[in-house]
């Protein structure tokens, strides 16, 4: 073989190896990526969308109108519902094939994507140990022990076959008896460590604050890790908000809200 024929060759080998390994590189993530893409129904109207690994509210009609009449998979209260489509109002609708009303009762989860998401069942109980409580409490200098909602949630939010626990504690809304400052906390504790999601606290008018829940948890980004989203219920009948936590680095981090 003549020598410049050789290096002819030997260059389109090395143009080809390098395509491949460009692809394997980049390529791969972003079919990846295209595949991590999801939208997100949460209660009366909250439309949340993930792409190219970053989280958009849905809050403009022009948003909404997107998603509206396609097929979602449908949870209420965590259970699965059905497949539905969606029609977006002052409140989220659900149709079925033949465009006929289906009626629901309860929290609405629904999404939309290219894989499924493992909707995880969890129930919350009275709490009867009130030591992370208390701990809590006196680390932001609150005395009072009364409350309008004290719950604990066991469930496997990291998937390692032992139940993590979620504290909620808030005393908004009291009508029994009227406190000077409000507060709401939530918070993890696992391996006896404490990890805060939520903490709120301010002078009382009885209607200010609001109420947080356990909303949903599941992997609603597609990394193998779980997320969780938070409600937290306004005074009377406005929107509640809902704040989806990432775990990472130890933390709760807060990826969207509305
Ligand atoms: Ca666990
Ligand atoms: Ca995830």
Redesign the pocket.
Known sequence: MKKGKFKYIVLILLLIIYAAAMFLAFGVDEVKERKAATTIVLGDGVVWDYSSRSWLNFNTPQLIEDVNWKKFNVYVDNEKFGNYSIWIDDKTYLFDDNREAVNYQGNLFAYRAEYLIDVIPFSSQDITDYSYVNKVLEEHGVESKQFTLANVTYVDFDQDGVDEAFYIVSNVFATEFFPDRYFSYVFMVDNEKIYMLYEDSDTNTGVNGCKPALYTIG?????????LILSCAKYSNQTPIFMLY?FQNNAFRIEISN
């Open positions: 992997d609603f980004d597609y990394d193998k890790d779980n997320e990432e």
